[in-house]
T-cell receptor, first 113, second 115 residues
Framework: RKEVEQDPGPFNVPEGATVAFNCTYSNSASQSFFWYRQDCRKEPKLLMSVYSSGNEDGRFTAQLNRASQYISLLIRDSKLSDSATYLCVVNMIQGGATNKLIFGTGTLLAVQP | NAGVTQTPKFRILKIGQSMTLQCAQDMNHNYMYWYRQDPGMGLKLIYYSVGAGITDKGEVPNGYNVSRSTTEDFPLRLELAAPSQTSVYFC??????????????FGNGTRLTVT
């Protein structure tokens, strides 16, 4: 099983739609979770951290399900400008206090006019 | 603050050549990372460092070397370039390395082609 897995998509949705992405992780000891957005040929940029109780930032909602080991990202009222690749990132605990941050393969979202 | 600075932005190498990708950060972050991203794929961790003098392998370390002699700098060395190393390389840093929800700060990337 891959350490971090995402549905690669693409997700093609009309403007105004609600779309949700999931990301599963293998290490039950993982503590930190993030969603990043990456535009074509650019560096990833932080979209939001994912907190245990779930968190919202405008049209974006992130949730964590520790029992099933997945995080989710919900985008409401999709805009054309939301078209991008969405990457989940999970910290993988590796002995002692060290940990490495592992990316999923990314989910491509295309919002259509 | 300049954040994370990577050089060069672009490079073409011949098979068997060597080069060093430079990465520097001015945020006093302990954790630094090197990722590579192949076309249409996610980012794969090559090496990471939790502080000066300490480095560790990531998911795809073969063919690469790193060093961390200072907090600010984390160069990535390719000794014998191969076509399979054609990729975009991203350097990133983090204050807590994922602990306490501290995120990654990325450089702009280095596009490397090996022919």
């Amino acid at each position: 099983r891959k350490e971090v897995e995402q549905d690669p998509g693409p997700f093609n949705v009309p403007e105004g739609a609600t779309v949700a992405f999931n990301c599963t992780y293998s290490n039950s000891a993982s503590q930190s979770f993030f969603w990043y957005r990456q535009d074509c040929r650019k560096e990833p940029k932080l979209l939001m951290s994912v907190y245990s109780s779930g968190n919202e930032d405008g049209r974006f909602t992130a949730q964590l399900n520790r029992a099933s080991q997945y995080i989710s990202l919900l985008i409401r009222d999709s805009k054309l400008s939301d078209s991008a690749t969405y990457l989940c990132v999970v910290n993988m605990i590796q002995g002692g206090a060290t940990n490495k941050l592992i990316f999923g393969t990314g989910t491509l979202l295309a919002v259509q006019p | 603050n300049a954040g994370v600075t990577q050089t060069p932005k672009f490079r073409i190498l011949k098979i068997g050549q060597s080069m060093t990708l430079q990465c520097a950060q001015d945020m006093n972050h302990n954790y630094m990372y090197w990722y590579r991203q192949d076309p249409g794929m996610g980012l794969k961790l090559i090496y990471y460092s939790v502080g000066a003098g300490i480095t560790d392998k990531g998911e795809v370390p073969n063919g690469y070397n790193v060093s961390r002699s200072t907090t600010e700098d984390f160069p990535l060395r390719l000794e014998l370039a191969a076509p399979s190393q054609t990729s975009v390389y991203f350097c990133a840093s983090s204050y807590q390395g994922g602990w306490d929800n501290s995120p990654l700060h990325f450089g702009n990337g280095t596009r490397l082609t090996v022919t």
